[in-house]
């Protein structure tokens, strides 16, 4: 490893959205080429343990990542706001335009990530936004949530599934047939649905770098 590469310092933000004030944590690495705006799943939050490591192998490998909370803290208390993939699409188009006002980001290619539910409202968002999205990767996600819209969406889908995830591979394997744009899935062997074998997650993070590096660049 090169002792020469500078640790991106994670700036703390505030997401002034019409309708909400959203915390976020938003990260730049030295001539990045895109940012990965995070979308997570049910129940989780921007500092979701999973989502953040695969943001710090993005950041390594050169790309700005934003992870923020799609839900005040006093809607979070209500357990039907978390599956409102409505609510939460219009909270990560908030994020995107949020980000494309801000000086140093505007010009990044831009990608989303959405793991579980979160897939489904990154899905939506990259319908409505069409060719400002330039990539689309869902963790063990629930694409068929949005199954209408998916054909809209024009950026390369990368949905990346657990070996034994079962119910959740199948649904994969209907929304790749619904997607517009070029799209692949790829299945971690002996992976359940949270990815927490070992070396799983890991797989996860490469796979995300590689298309990133693929799509963002």
């Not at 939050?45 to 790309?63: C, E, H, I, M, T």
């Not at 990259?126 to 809209?152: K, T, Y």
């Not at 390369?156 to 070996?163: E, K, N, R």
Request: with cysteine; aromatic share 6%.
């Amino acid at each position: 490893m090169n002792s020469s590469v500078v640790t991106p310092t994670t700036t703390a933000v505030r997401l002034e959205l019409p309708q909400a004030t959203l915390l976020g944590d938003l990260t730049v690495p030295a001539r990045a080429s895109g940012i990965v705006v995070f979308s997570h799943g049910s129940g989780s939050s921007r500092l979701s343990s999973r989502n953040r490591f695969v943001a710090q192998r993005l950041q390594k490998a050169g790309f700005a990542t934003l992870l923020f909370d799609l839900l005040t803290p006093e809607e979070d208390q209500h357990f039907e706001a978390r599956f409102d993939i409505d609510l939460l699409t219009r909270r990560l188009l908030g994020a995107t335009s949020w980000v494309r006002r801000e000086q140093r980001l505007h010009d990044l290619r831009l990608g989303f990530f959405g793991a579980s539910t979160g897939a489904a409202s990154a899905m939506r968002a990259a319908a409505e936004l069409g060719s400002q999205v330039h990539a689309v990767i869902s963790r063990g996600g629930r694409p068929d949530l949005v199954l209408p819209a998916l054909h809209r969406v024009s950026a390369p889908s990368l949905l990346i599934v657990g070996g034994q995830d079962w119910p959740v591979i199948g649904l994969n394997e209907q929304a790749m047939d619904a997607l517009g744009g070029p799209c692949q899935m790829r299945v971690v062997q002996g992976a359940g649905h949270l990815f927490e074998e070992p070396g799983a997650l890991e797989e996860v993070a490469d796979l995300a770098v590689n298309w990133c590096t693929r799509y963002l660049r």
